[in-house]
T-cell receptor, first 116, second 111 residues
Framework: GAVVSQHPSWVICKSGTSVKIECRSL??????MFWYRQFPKQSLMLMAT?????????EQGVEKDKFLINHASLTLSTLTVTSAHPEDSSFYIC????????????FGNGTRLTVT | RKEVEQDPGPFNVPEGATVAFNCTYS??????FFWYRQDCRKEPKLLMS???SGNEDGRFTAQLNRASQYISLLIRDSKLSDSATYLC????????????FGTGTRLQVFP
């Protein structure tokens, strides 16, 4: 069964608005979660590492003021896309690791964001 | 050079065929390797981890070649349901914890 739950599955919003995406670990505590983005026909690109109780670590080229990450509890991380623009339309997927550092990631079902 | 590279395909094969994909990685310090399967408009799902000695899970066999820095996935007796994109993923350096993905190889199995 799923170990990571993501909500919403899809969202359509108008340009300039903000969208919040939730990622929950089910039946385990995740001190670290990872947020990826995937554009059509491209691979998953790591956006940021979400750390419980501390600031997220962003990958080069990802604007931390635009993609706000909050990891306030051991089972919930949120990604807020602020002032969304059409070029932010993408598939956003969170993930977490059940096990040590070298174990694989398990992904949420993803959120398809369309900004009109 | 990309950190993780795959032939995007598509690989079009008939049912019952054997097909193999390779994936190369650039960082020799990479520690852990995985194959994921991604169906259209869905999240990736872990197919299998790749161990140094090679490993098999049913019709799927994964191998690691550290000297040449590539991993491979072999699918035997292809089924229609194997049609998907296969992504390889590498933990770049042990203590950074980050999983880096290739662009994926598209497989289409036809009747």
């Amino acid at each position: 069964g799923a170990v990571v739950s993501q909500h919403p599955s899809w969202v359509i919003c108008k340009s300039g608005t903000s969208v919040k995406i939730e990622c929950r670990s089910l039946d385990f505590q995740a001190t670290t979660m990872f947020w990826y983005r995937q554009f059509p026909k491209q691979s998953l690109m790591l956006m940021a590492t979400s750390n419980e109780g501390s600031k997220a670590t962003y990958e080069q080229g990802v604007e931390k003021d635009k993609f706000l990450i909050n990891h306030a509890s051991l089972t919930l991380s949120t990604l807020t896309v602020t002032s969304a623009h059409p070029e932010d339309s993408s598939f956003y997927i969170c993930s977490a690791r059940v096990g040590p550092e070298n174990s694989p990631l398990h992904f949420g079902n993803g959120t398809r964001l369309t900004v009109t | 050079r990309k950190e993780v590279e795959q032939d995007p395909g598509p690989f079009n094969v008939p049912e019952g065929a054997t097909v193999a994909f390779n994936c190369t990685y650039s960082n020799s310090a990479s520690q852990s390797f995985f194959w994921y399967r991604q169906d259209c408009r869905k999240e990736p799902k872990l197919l299998m981890s790749v161990y140094s000695s090679g490993n098999e899970d049913g019709r799927f066999t994964a191998q690691l070649n550290r000297a040449s820095q590539y991993i491979s996935l072999l699918i035997r007796d292809s089924k229609l349901s194997d049609s998907a994109t296969y992504l390889c993923a590498v933990i770049k350096i042990y203590n950074t914890d980050k999983l880096i993905f290739g662009t994926g190889t598209r497989l289409q199995v036809f009747p």
